[in-house]
């Protein structure tokens, strides 16, 4: 009588799991990318929605501040974006992924100015850009 086997050997399964941690090594870099663009794109919805808000309290003008000067400004350090009223008080804020950096343009030293009719001080202050480590970098005109 000739016995059958039945299951699978240790050598079976040895390659099995083999071939299932190469499968898994290729797959991770892909996946490290997908979460670095979907925080790269939350923060830029996040930060487009701070920027509204920092018009809209321009256009508010609460504090009656006349002609270019701030009525408000839109702050941003590596941790948070700030809306901040024409007396430096932040009335909204948003907290940064660690892994994710926003870069405003040179001249403005991450501060936008906008004067009592939503409209940037300062020439040039218009650009930002997002990165985060691994992923596609997002820029855009505010």
Known sequence: MVNQQQGVT????????????????????????????????????????????????????????????????????????????????AIWSIDIAPTVTVTLSTQCGQKVILDNNAHITTAGCELYTITASGGSDATGIL
């Not at 797959?27 to 990318?33: H, Q, S, W």
């Not at 997908?34 to 925080?39: G, I, R, S």
């Not at 808000?53 to 941003?76: C, D, M, Q």
């Not at 590596?78 to 008080?89: G, L, P, R």
């Open 10 to 89: 240790l050598i079976e399964l040895m390659i099995a799991i083999a071939l299932l941690a190469m499968l898994a090594l290729a797959v991770f870099p892909l996946g490290r990318a997908w979460v670095a663009n979907q925080q790269i794109t939350k923060t830029e919805k996040l930060f487009l929605e701070a920027y509204a808000r920092t018009k809209n309290e321009a256009l508010r003008n609460p504090n009656a501040v006349k002609g270019a000067t701030k009525a408000a400004s839109l702050e941003v350090t590596t941790t948070t974006v700030a809306v901040k009223d024409s007396n430096d008080v």
